[in-house]
C-alpha cells in the first residue's frame, strides 16, 4: 500500500510539474529604459539599466521620469497582463500609454498593478513612471537617517497570466498565506488563505500541496472557488502530524504549491518554501523558537552601499549574508523597510532570524521632534505600508518579529495612539508573531509592542561606560521596566580612517571619528551587558557604515564594517571572537594605528582561546581583559617591529608591522 502511494505521488508530482510552465510567465524589463531627471531647470536625457539610483553623489531630492517601450504581442489576446515594480523611491506614479494606472507612496515595498486594459495588442506600447524622492508630509518615513536616493531601485518585470489566476496585487505578495495556529512536535495546525481573481464564471478548483525536501507529498487539500465572486479569499484548514520544525539549529522548509483550475492542467499555479515554528517569549525573558531558547545576537543591516546607493542586488545582499555568518550573528533587522525577497529566501535556508521594521521612524540627528503628522493621508500610509510589509514576507520562517517603530518621538501630537493602532494591525494579520519596537526614550511608548529594544549610548557623549551597570540594575529594580521583555541596542561613530593616538569622549559636533573610541565603547558594552544577562536580544547599529546626509560627511559611520562593504574594523572581529561559535578568531587590534609615538605600547588581541604573542621573535606574555580581549602591556617598539600572533599549534595566524615616529605629536 505504501508503494502505491508513492507511485501514485510522484505521478501525480510529475503530472503538476509538466503543466505549471503555461501559467504565468515573467519578463524581465530592466534595461532601455530612458531616464531625465527635472531640476534647477536641467532636463539630462539617458539610456538606464535597472536597478537605478539618480543619487549617488549626495542625495538630490528631485522628480525624475523614467520611459520604456515594449511590444505586446498579439498572441497575448485574452491572457491577463500586470507589472510589478520590486521597489522605487519614493513615490512613483504609473501610466501606461498616456493613461494614468496607479501611485505608490512607499520606498521600501513593492507593487504590483494589472495593465490588461490599458495596452495595445500588437503594438508598441509606453510605460512612464513618475518618480520623486522629495519630502512628502503624507508618507512614511518623514524623518529617517538613511538616505533614500531616489530611482527604480529594485527590478521591474512584466506577469502574463491566464484569464483565472491567484491574484498579484494582494499587496504584491503570493496571494497565498500559510496561517500558523497550532506549532507543535507533534502536530502543526492552521489555515492556507487563497486570493483568488478569476473572469470566467463557474466553480475553479483550487489544490493545495504541502511537499518535503525530498519531493514527496506531505500533505494536500482541495476546495473551490465561489461561482459568482471575481476576487474573494479561500480559506482550506490544514494540519500535519509530527512535522519537521523549522528552527535556526535545523531550518527545514517545506514546499507549499497551490493550482488552481483543471489539476491536470491548470490555469495558474504559485509555489514557495516556508516552515512550521512558534515564537515566543519565556520567563526569563528569552526568545524562544519551539519552546527553546535561542541566543539572539543580531545587527541592524541599512539598505545601501558606496557606488550604488539603494541599488543593491542579490549578489550584494548575499554578499552581506556571507559577512553577517562569518561575525557569527544569528539574527538580523531590516532596518525601516524590507530588503530584497532574496535575503529572506537565504535565511529561510540558513536558519538566520529576522527582524523586519515598518518605516514608522525619526531621524535621530536633526528634526529629530518631527516624525508624526495626524493627517489622515499620513495616517493611512503608514497603515498601507504595514499592511505590504507584512504580506509580502509573510510565509518566511526565518521573520520572527515585525518592527512597529524605531526612535519615534513622543513630544507634540499623540504618538503613542499611533504606535498602538499599527500593533494592532499587526496583530491582526499575524498573530503567530510578535511585534517589536526600537526606543530610546522613557514613556509609554516602551509599552505597546510584545517586545521592545531599549537603545543605549551611555559613556558616549555623557557619563561613563560603567554606567551601564546601573542602567542594568536599575532596568530590574524599576516595577513597571522590570514586566517590560526588553532587549539592547547600541552602536556609534568610528571611521576607518580616522586614527588617534589618544582616546577622547567624544564631542557632539566633531567630524573626527576616530575608530579606536568606537572600538572601546564596544569593548566596555559586550562585556558589561553580557555580564548582566537581562536582554532577550542583543543587536548593534550598523553591520555596515551608511550615508546619511544629515551627517559630516554625509557619512554614518557607526557599521562594524566600512561604507564600501569590504574593509572591516576592528570590532567585527571582537564580535566574531565573541559569537563565532565554530571558527576560532586570531586577531591584532588597532593595527591602523600603525604609527606610534612612543616606545612602550600596549599590544592588544582579539582571539576566542588563549593565544601566543611575538614581537620582533619574542614572545611577550598576555593577560585577559574579558573572554576574548587579550593585552600585553608595556611592550617596547623598535623603529619598526613586527608583531605576530600565533596559535596553541604555533600556526602564526596575523601580523602587524608597528612603526615608533618619536617627533611626531600625538593627537
Known amino acids: 500500500m505504501r508503494l502505491f502511494l508513492t507511485i501514485i505521488s510522484l505521478f501525480l508530482a510529475t503530472l503538476l510539474s509538466a503543466a505549471e510552465p503555461s501559467t504565468r510567465t515573467h519578463y524581465p524589463l530592466n534595461d532601455s529604459w530612458r531616464f531625465s531627471i527635472m531640476s534647477e531647470g536641467r532636463f539630462e536625457p539617458e539610456v538606464v539599466s535597472l536597478p537605478h539610483s539618480w543619487s549617488l553623489d549626495g542625495i538630490e531630492q528631485a522628480t525624475a521620469y523614467y520611459q520604456r517601450q515594449i511590444r505586446i504581442p498579439d498572441e497575448f489576446r485574452g491572457k491577463r497582463l500586470f507589472l510589478r515594480f520590486g521597489g522605487v523611491s519614493d513615490i512613483a506614479t504609473l501610466f501606461v500609454n498616456g493613461s494614468y494606472v496607479t501611485e505608490h507612496a512607499g520606498p521600501y515595498t513593492a507593487f504590483t498593478v494589472e495593465i490588461t486594459d490599458k495596452v495595445r495588442y500588437g503594438e508598441t506600447n509606453s510605460i512612464r513612471v513618475v518618480v520623486s524622492n522629495n519630502h512628502h508630509s503624507g508618507m512614511l518615513p518623514i524623518s529617517t537617517d538613511y538616505d533614500l536616493y531616489g530611482g527604480i531601485y529594485r527590478d521591474v518585470e512584466l506577469i502574463v497570466t491566464n484569464r483565472n489566476i491567484i491574484s498579484p496585487t494582494f499587496y504584491s505578495s503570493d496571494g497565498v498565506f500559510v496561517v500558523q495556529k497550532d506549532v507543535k512536535e507533534s502536530r502543526v495546525s492552521g489555515t492556507v488563505k487563497v486570493h483568488v481573481s478569476t473572469l470566467d464564471a463557474g466553480n475553479h478548483p483550487v489544490m493545495v500541496r504541502f511537499v518535503g525536501v525530498d519531493g514527496y507529498e506531505v500533505k494536500s487539500y482541495t476546495t473551490k472557488t465561489e461561482k459568482s465572486v471575481k476576487d474573494h479569499l479561500l480559506e482550506l484548514p490544514f494540519s500535519i502530524d509530527y512535522p519537521e520544525l523549522w528552527s535556526p539549529e535545523h531550518p527545514y522548509l517545506y514546499t507549499v504549491e497551490v493550482y488552481l483550475g483543471d489539476i491536470a492542467k491548470p490555469s495558474d499555479v504559485v509555489r514557495f518554501k516556508t516552515g512550521f515554528r512558534s515564537v515566543t517569549i519565556g520567563d526569563d525573558n528569552r526568545l524562544c523558537i519551539n519552546g527553546k531558547s535561542v541566543d539572539v545576537c543580531g545587527v541592524n543591516l541599512a539598505h545601501d552601499r558606496k557606488g550604488c546607493g539603494m541599488a543593491l542586488t542579490e549578489s550584494h545582499l548575499l554578499e552581506d549574508l556571507s559577512d553577517i555568518r562569518e561575525m557569527g550573528a544569528t539574527a538580523l533587522r531590516s532596518v525601516i523597510g524590507p530588503h530584497l525577497p532574496t535575503l529572506y529566501n537565504e535565511c529561510d535556508k540558513e536558519g538566520m532570524m529576522v527582524w523586519i521594521d515598518s518605516p514608522f521612524a525619526r531621524n535621530s540627528v536633526l528634526f529629530a521632534d518631527i516624525c508624526y503628522y495626524p493627517t489622515m493621508q499620513y495616517r493611512n500610509n503608514g497603515f498601507e505600508q504595514l499592511r505590504e510589509v507584512i504580506y509580502q514576507n509573510y510565509n518566511h520562517p526565518s521573520v520572527v518579529m515585525w518592527g512597529v517603530f524605531n526612535f519615534v518621538s513622543q513630544m507634540g501630537d499623540d504618538v503613542v495612539c499611533y504606535v498602538k493602532e499599527l500593533n494592532d494591525i499587526a496583530h491582526e494579520i499575524d498573530p503567530s508573531r510578535p511585534t517589536v519596537g526600537c526606543s530610546n526614550s522613557d514613556g509609554d511608548i516602551n509599552f505597546v509592542t510584545d517586545?521592545?529594544?531599549?537603545?543605549?549610548?551611555?559613556?558616549?557623549?555623557?557619563?561613563?561606560?560603567?554606567?551601564?551597570?546601573?542602567?542594568?540594575?536599575?532596568?530590574?529594580?524599576?516595577?513597571?521596566?522590570?514586566?517590560?521583555?526588553?532587549?539592547?541596542?547600541?552602536?556609534?561613530?568610528?571611521?576607518?580612517?580616522?586614527?588617534?593616538?589618544?582616546?577622547?569622549?567624544?564631542?557632539?559636533?566633531?567630524?573626527?571619528?576616530?575608530?579606536?573610541?568606537?572600538t572601546i565603547m564596544h569593548e566596555s558594552y559586550s562585556s558589561l551587558l553580557s555580564e548582566a544577562a537581562i536582554f532577550w536580544g542583543t543587536w548593534i547599529d550598523n553591520m555596515y557604515d551608511y550615508a546619511s546626509m544629515y551627517r559630516p560627511q554625509g557619512i554614518c559611520y557607526s557599521g562594524i564594517v566600512d561604507f564600501d562593504h569590504q574593509r572591516r574594523k576592528d570590532i567585527f572581529y571582537l564580535y566574531r571572537a565573541l559569537w563565532n561559535?565554530?571558527?576560532?578568531?586570531?586577531?591584532?587590534?588597532?593595527?591602523?594605528?600603525?604609527?606610534?609615538?612612543?616606545?612602550?605600547?600596549?599590544?592588544?588581541?582579539?582571539?576566542?582561546?588563549?593565544?601566543?604573542?611575538?614581537?620582533?621573535?619574542?614572545?611577550v606574555s598576555l593577560s585577559a581583559v574579558s573572554p576574548v580581549v587579550w593585552e600585553a602591556h608595556s611592550v617596547r617598539i623598535d623603529d619598526e617591529s613586527v608583531v605576530r600572533l600565533y596559535d596553541a599549534a604555533g600556526v602564526c595566524r596575523d601580523s602587524v608591522t608597528l612603526r615608533v615616529d618619536k617627533m611626531r605629536v600625538p593627537r
Not at 584 to 612: D, F, G, H, M
Request: aromatic share 12%; hydrophobic share 30%; net charge neutral.
Open 451 to 518: 517586545l521592545i529594544v531599549l537603545r543605549q549610548n551611555v559613556g558616549w557623549l555623557r557619563g561613563s561606560y560603567e554606567d551601564i551597570r546601573v542602567w542594568c540594575r536599575q532596568l530590574k529594580d524599576n516595577k513597571r521596566f522590570s514586566e517590560l521583555r526588553y532587549g539592547v541596542c547600541y552602536g556609534e561613530q568610528g571611521a576607518i580612517d580616522h586614527v588617534a593616538d589618544i582616546v577622547r569622549r567624544m564631542e557632539y559636533d566633531s567630524w573626527f571619528r576616530p575608530e579606536r573610541t568606537n
Open 581 to 619: 561559535k565554530s571558527e576560532p578568531t586570531y586577531y591584532i587590534a588597532e593595527r591602523r594605528w600603525s604609527n606610534r609615538c612612543e616606545e612602550q605600547q600596549t599590544i592588544k588581541v582579539y582571539c576566542s582561546s588563549e593565544p601566543l604573542l611575538t614581537v620582533d621573535g619574542e614572545s
